[in-house]
């Protein structure tokens, strides 16, 4: 019997194939190469938030000031988001993408504008290859303006996803202020060029991969919002890109992940790096992430701060909307990895 056409890749995965779709699999120059990836688990700094308000000010301003140069990425403990609500949050996404795929597929939609959506691959109207993954992508702030449009199943959905998004959303502000004072801005600099300001969330779900090895559950990538707070379950699957080398972020647990966005590196004209990453899949193991992606609001116009630039350091980017680059990434595809080049004032055709 030839198997039905599947929306989603769980039911495909759980399906029992052997071989990945020819749609998946990418050229041979653009592959994983599993075995060439370094696993140091030193390698992006973890930094302890614990005493940020206290004694420990300065020297922990220092560290994140350091990390958002050199790594693009650090982990954050004692972050004050319960343990408790994390393991809520991680146990809400697993549940949602183990419903019925009839119940999963009431929330589908392939159109990247729709605010409440759940999908697979990354946008499956513009993209050649697809990826190894399905998301549930939410708007979560204002909270009310969305909470209606979540998914009710699991029944505690909405209640328990507000609580995690609250949360996060008070670890992000104290994270731009700090970010703020470590580029010797205002402390609410970054708070005040956001807007409205804007927090998005995904729930992504990586069904084990037959051939692991030709895929992505994501192809390399910078993030095109402000900043990133990622939480992955305990499957290792991120890796971060340094000197030219992959690098694997294996899980630690109640840690999250942070990582500089295209904005912030606009904000902190090019002091701060947005750095590419990716997600890899593996032949025996779901795995589950959830990033939180804060942004300014479509309407901020984002440029480099008067403050960092003079002789020594012109302006690296024209100002913009967060709304125009925000649809410019959503219609690349991923194909390309990063599109703040598009935004550098010598790049007028755009
Ligand atoms: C993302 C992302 C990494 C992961 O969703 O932008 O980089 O480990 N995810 O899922
Ligand atoms: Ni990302």
């Known amino acids: 019997m030839a198997p039905t056409a599947k929306l989603l890749l769980a039911d495909l995965a759980s399906s029992g194939v052997k071989q990945i779709p020819s749609n998946f699999i990418r050229p041979i120059s653009d592959r994983p190469n599993l075995s060439d990836v370094q696993i140091s688990d030193?390698?992006?700094?973890?930094?302890?938030?614990?005493?940020?308000?206290g004694p420990n000010h300065s020297t922990i301003i220092e560290q994140?000031?350091?990390?958002?140069?050199?790594?693009?990425?650090?982990?954050?403990?004692?972050?004050?988001?319960p343990e408790e609500m994390i393991s809520i949050i991680l146990n809400i996404a697993r549940q949602f993408f183990k419903l019925p795929e009839s119940e999963r597929l009431k929330n589908y939609s392939d159109d990247p504008t729709k605010t409440t959506r759940l999908s697979t691959s990354f946008n499956i109207k513009t993209e050649q290859v697809s990826s190894w993954r399905d998301f549930l992508r939410l708007h979560c702030y204002p909270l009310e303006d969305y909470v209606h449009e979540w998914p009710s199943n699991p029944p505690s959905f909405r209640k328990d996803v507000a609580e995690y998004c609250t949360s996060v959303r008070g670890l992000v502000l104290r994270l731009l202020e700090a970010i703020s004072e470590s580029l010797g801005l205002e402390r609410d600099y970054i708070d005040k060029k956001l807007g409205g300001h804007g927090q998005h969330m995904a729930m992504n779900y990586y069904p084990p991969c037959p051939q692991p090895e030709l895929t992505y559950g994501l192809p390399g990538h910078t993030d095109p919002n402000l900043i990133t707070i990622l939480l992955q379950d305990h499957v290792p699957g991120l890796q971060v890109l340094r000197n030219g080398k992959w690098i694997a972020v294996n899980p630690i647990p109640n840690t999250f992940i942070v990582n500089i966005g295209d904005q912030m590196q606009v904000l902190s004209n090019d002091r701060y790096k947005s750095v590419l990453h990716?997600?890899?899949?593996?032949?025996?193991?779901?795995?589950?992430?959830?990033?939180?992606?804060?942004?300014?609001s479509p309407d901020?116009?984002?440029g480099p701060p008067k403050e960092l630039v003079d002789d020594e350091h012109p302006a690296v980017y024209r100002d913009f909307t967060y709304g125009e680059y925000y649809e410019?990434?959503?219609?690349?595809?991923?194909?390309k990895e990063c599109c703040l080049d598009?935004?550098?004032?010598?790049?007028n055709t755009t």
Do not use: E, M
Not at 279 to 287: G, I, L, T, W, Y
Not at 328 to 335: M, P, R, T, Y
Not at 342 to 347: D, I, V
């Open 300 to 302: 901020a116009v984002i």
């Open 278 to 296: 990716r997600a890899v899949v593996n032949s025996d193991k779901d795995r589950i992430s959830i990033p939180t992606f804060y942004c300014p």
């Open 342 to 347: 598009l935004f550098k004032p010598s790049n």
């Open 328 to 335: 410019k990434f959503w219609n690349k595809g991923l194909v």
């Open 42 to 53: 030193g390698s992006i700094p973890l930094i302890d938030l614990r005493g940020l308000d």
């Open 64 to 81: 994140i000031g350091q990390a958002c140069q050199r790594d693009g990425f650090f982990q954050v403990k004692n972050h004050g988001i």
